[in-house]
């Protein structure tokens, strides 16, 4: 969805954040009116903008959060590896999250919703504002945790690309769904292929006239 869409408004529901107005909301079984504090127990959030605490380092960070669920000693220390393992972490655990960047907090902001490791982790626009490399370590490792630990994933996000891994997608606008379905379903649905040609005219019609093409416009041929 859009800005003001109510992505983020739809996470702060989940989440216990914001009271619903309306409707029900169940999370890995559990009823939201009923079992607040076993749904929260369950999540683990990346928010649009980082809560990590800016004058303490990267372990420090990871061990508060650990410690709120109970993770302690050899626990901890376990854990700590598997994230440092998973993130790249080894060469800023000791570095305060100042100074770090926009792309070595959002690592950290993804080890920290998965220290207690949680049924479903839930993504709210994590990639904006990151490098495409950034971007692509993000995604390798939410895939590698889909794939490996059967972790779910909800995630907000602007881009279609993004989307187009994902087992569901729901668009939102203004608070209501306008479409849903697979990847597949919504792009039979919605969307076309085409091609762009740019060469002259005369050369591009012989050429897709091989293929069975009908030409759209000047430059533009479709099939």
């Known amino acids: 969805g859009v800005n003001g869409a109510g992505k983020s408004t739809t996470i702060n529901i989940i989440s216990g954040i914001l009271k619903k107005d309306s409707g029900k909301v169940n999370v890995c079984g559990y009823d939201i009116d009923n079992s607040s504090n076993e749904i929260k127990s369950k999540l683990g959030i990346v928010f649009q903008n980082s809560v990590l605490d800016k004058k303490l380092s990267v372990y420090d960070n990871l061990k508060h959060r650990a410690s709120l669920y109970g993770i302690f000693g050899n626990e901890f220390k376990t854990r700590l590896e598997e994230m440092t393992d998973l993130l790249d972490l080894k060469d800023i655990l000791k570095r305060p999250i100042v100074k770090l960047s926009g792309g070595q907090k959002r690592r950290i902001d993804i080890a920290r919703a998965l220290m207690h490791k949680p049924q ?25 945790l889909r794939k490996e630990t059967g972790l779910s994933v909800f995630l907000t996000t602007h881009y279609m690309e993004e989307a187009a891994e994902s087992d569901y997608v729901v668009i939102i606008d203004s608070g209501k769904i306008v479409a849903e379905g697979t990847p597949h379903d919504l792009k039979n649905e919605f969307a076309s292929d085409f091609i762009k040609f740019y060469n002259r005219r005369e050369d591009a019609e012989k050429y897709f006239s091989k293929l069975g093409c009908s030409v759209k416009n000047e430059r533009d041929y479709t099939e």
């Not at 479903?120 to 490792?141: A, N, Q, S, Y």
């Open 120 to 144: 479903l982790l839930i993504l709210d626009e994590p990639t904006t504002g990151l490098d495409p490399k950034t971007r692509m370590t993000v995604w390798g490792v939410v895939d590698k």
